[in-house]
């Protein structure tokens, strides 16, 4: 059985990741105190998270390059496996309000994970007020599609509050390949490439139609790339210079209230949600003082998840739409027919977003090449985008820590360069909770943009 290596979009997120954009996703967890007054139990806690990561093996390996990129990255068991390392305790300082733990996530986000280690990290933070916990989490984006970023805290959560039990496990990892290994291995699955190329033609030649729908996407994807770069164009309050340093915004809102806008206009819940942040940005940019006509749009990439058109079981399986959102619009249900009928006609179309479509052919060229390409997309994403926005649906019913109830989930991604603000949008039991993982010198009114999230959906309220 030959090296697990990293798929050509999974290998990307590290060749992106650079001292001022860090490529981890997570979230930011609130729990209220179990009942009965027992308190929580942080150490049976980290216990039972070393009892569960049998459950997801990747998380007690790390990435190993292949010496002189003759291959992608591999996975290989980490020997010197530390949990203390990996999980950590904080706390905050009395009266432990919101503002704190925000400060706090920012901190924490903007730090790069470390390369020699598996690529996770989880935060308990305690005094939160109201004898509540909180828990931050980062996991690199090399392991985890903004979907699958949840698999860690359904393996750490419970559906009830009662814990269930843990298979036993008796983890021993695996030797570790030395450099030669890798670079040896590498070499033979280039000789043995050609063929492995053949075969893949051969099966794409039962089903010739199927073959030319998937070029013509990608050729669509290609194609769109360049008219996004042609056309757009950074927009300086969304678009500046960045640094290393973050700010976490958050906003709670709920299900229902976005099912009623939905159920009395027009679009999806999806829709609802890009009309909010379209609405929450026309604000915000009405404080900083921009120009703002009817004509006025954000571009704003929307990943999407197709793990389950593509049946695969692991590592990033995501393709996107670009979308205008009419933030010159005054008139917010205007707003979202808009947005739903781009969205609509992007779905008919079915063409993967251009950097996807690019990242998709990146399995064909060599590692180094690969590198640049990344890079490179890294580099120009202000000229093909102006915000990420990307709404993952979560768990529809509570989940449980030690018996403590999770109140709200409020999703992490990264940011690219020269990007001020990256907006991550989950449901989580009835609720929707907005992240903002801003810039902290490009973004200190990230909580203004957060609040209007708030005041946007009031607005489509009005209209229901």
Known sequence: MGPDRLSAL????????QPTTAMHVGGVMTFRPPEGGAGFDIDAFIELIGHRLGLVPRYRQKVREVPGRLGPPVWVDDPAF???YHVRRSA????????????LAGRVLARRLDRS?????IYLVEGLSDDRLAMITKTHHAMVDGLASMDIGAVLLDRTPQPRKSPAEDWRPAPEP?????????????????RGALDAAARAGADLKQAVAGVGRVAGGLLDAARNAARGGPLAPLNPPIGEQRRFGMARTTLADHRAVRKAHCGTVNDVVLAVVTGALRYWLSTRGEPLVEAT?????????????????GGNQISAYFVDLPVGEPDPVARLCRIAAAMGEQKRDGR???PTALVGLAGLVAPAVHNLGARLTN????????????????PPRPLYAMGARMEDLYPVVPLAKGQAVAIGITSYDGRICYGLNADRDAMPDVDVLAGAMNSSLAELLERV
């Open 82 to 84: 530390d949990l203390s």
């Open 297 to 313: 749009t954000v571009r704003a990439m929307v990943p999407v998840s197709t793990r389950a058109r593509t049946g695969s079981a």
């Open 117 to 121: 280690r598996p690529l996770w990290e």
């Open 379 to 394: 580099e120009l994403s202000s000229r093909l985008f102006n915000v990420l926005v990307t709404h993952v649906p979560g």
């Open 178 to 194: 030395s450099g030669l290994d890798l670079a040896a291995a590498a070499v033979l699955e280039n000789v043995r490439r050609p």
């Open 352 to 354: 993967a977003a251009g």
């Open 10 to 17: 999974d290998a990307s997120f590290l060749y992106m990741e």
């Open 92 to 103: 905050l300082p009395a009266p432990g309000t919101d503002e704190a733990l925000r400060e």
